[in-house]
């Protein structure tokens, strides 16, 4: 059985002794813990004051710690430990009924500047999901990528980089990201670009929130554990020429290739099951990996398909993405999409 222990601590001062009650939180939070209990998945306690264990939510100490922001010390499996606010907790609990464990997969060209950001990125994420492996690929960097990758492995256990020989595609980084995705064994895997051209803590925790506020969710709760899930992102705050162009090749692939349902196919994040096994599909072609992986993925029926992920993108901090070379490479990619559109839509069985 898998243990997940809370414990309510503040550095400073003590809990309020007055507290404005908060049932949302409540409420939906013991409902998450009636279903993990119920089935005997998760063994669900808290601690307050490293000594009282309780076997249910305490309403009244929990919304305490809620109401000032204390933090909580999740403890999953009696060892892996992670620190979250109390006004993040409801998410953390949240995504791990949806998506228990998690990999993030990324590839990685020319983005030693970047990095850094990214990795802030990433460690924010601890608060809103239970990260357990990191694949990265440097995907044949001809400037320090590899390096600060390197770097940051050493002090990071959890990442297993690969190095991918120069000259590589867009493909094969994201393939060979997502295969070693799986050493870990998690249930989904976020597979994200690594050029920060949105804020991915604020976009993930933004999409939680407004999936905890819906009513609609907690109908059937019981029903929904165990499930693997499928979620795509929508790119907004983009130039007036990249929405006409994506938008037709989005439109031409909603009605060819996914049954009608508009799908950004080439934003990131997603948030795929880890028993999605992609193969040989989407390794063909130089910039149809989003595209392939989009398809595949939502020609499988069991997968369950949840609200898209809303990116405000903005321009990127450093380097250059290969949309961005010149009016020549962006027409050529755009062909490229529309060839893979076709031929996919071809070789529907």
Same mark, same amino acid.
């Given at each position: ?19 404005? /009650? ?18 005997? !998945? ?10 009282? &264990? !309780? ?7 929990? +919304? ?8 909580? &010390? ?14 993040? @907790? ?21 983005? *030693? ?8 990125? !990433?460690? +924010? %994420?601890?608060? @809103? ?19 600060? %990758?390197? *770097? ?18 867009? #493909? ?9 995705? #799986? ?20 976009? +993930? ?10 009513? =609609?969710?907690? %109908?059937?709760?019981? =029903? ?11 790119? %907004? ?12 090749? #989005? ?5 060819? /290739? ?32 989003? /595209? ?33 070379? =010149? @009016? ?19 070789? &529907?069985?």
């Amino acid at each position: 059985m898998n243990c997940l222990e809370i414990e309510f601590f503040s550095n400073h001062e003590p809990l309020p002794k007055q507290v404005n /009650l908060q049932p949302l939180y409540y409420d939906k939070i013991q409902k998450l813990v009636d279903i993990y209990t119920k089935h005997s !998945l998760v063994s669900f306690s808290i601690v307050c004051n490293k000594s009282i &264990k !309780l076997d249910r939510v305490n309403k009244h100490v929990f +919304l305490k710690a809620i109401d000032c922001n204390q933090y909580a &010390k999740v403890t999953i499996n009696n060892n892996d430990i992670r620190l979250v606010t109390c006004v993040e @907790l409801p998410l953390f609990l949240l995504s791990y009924f949806l998506f228990g464990r998690v990999s993030i997969a990324s590839s990685f060209y020319n983005e *030693s500047n970047n990095i850094n950001h990214f990795a802030h990125q !990433l460690n +924010l %994420l601890d608060s @809103l999901f239970y990260v357990n492996h990191y694949s990265f690929v440097d995907n044949g960097s001809i400037d320090s990528t590899r390096q600060h %990758l390197q *770097s940051w492995a050493n002090k990071e256990s959890r990442i297993k980089l690969t190095c991918v020989p120069h000259p590589s595609s867009y #493909n094969n980084g994201f393939h060979t990201a997502i295969k070693y995705s #799986n050493l870990s064994s998690p249930k989904h895997i976020i597979v994200t670009h690594s050029d920060c051209q949105y804020n991915m803590y604020m976009s +993930l925790k933004a999409w939680l929130y407004q999936i905890f506020l819906e009513d =609609s969710f907690w %109908l059937s709760l019981d =029903s929904k554990l165990g499930e693997e899930y499928l979620v795509f992102s929508k790119r %907004l705050n983009r130039s007036y020429m990249e929405n006409i162009l994506t938008t037709a090749n #989005n439109t031409i692939a909603s009605l060819l /290739l996914f049954n009608k349902k508009y799908i950004d196919f080439n934003a990131s994040p997603k948030i795929i099951p880890a028993s999605c096994n992609i193969g040989n599909n989407c390794q063909k072609g130089m910039y149809t990996f989003d /595209l392939c992986l989009s398809y595949y993925t939502t020609s499988i029926s069991k997968y369950n398909n949840i609200r898209d992920i809303l990116c405000i993108t903005y321009p990127r901090l450093s380097g250059q993405s290969s949309w961005s070379h =010149s @009016l020549y490479s962006y027409a050529c990619i755009i062909i490229s999409y529309l060839g893979s559109i076709i031929s996919l839509f071809i070789a &529907k069985p």
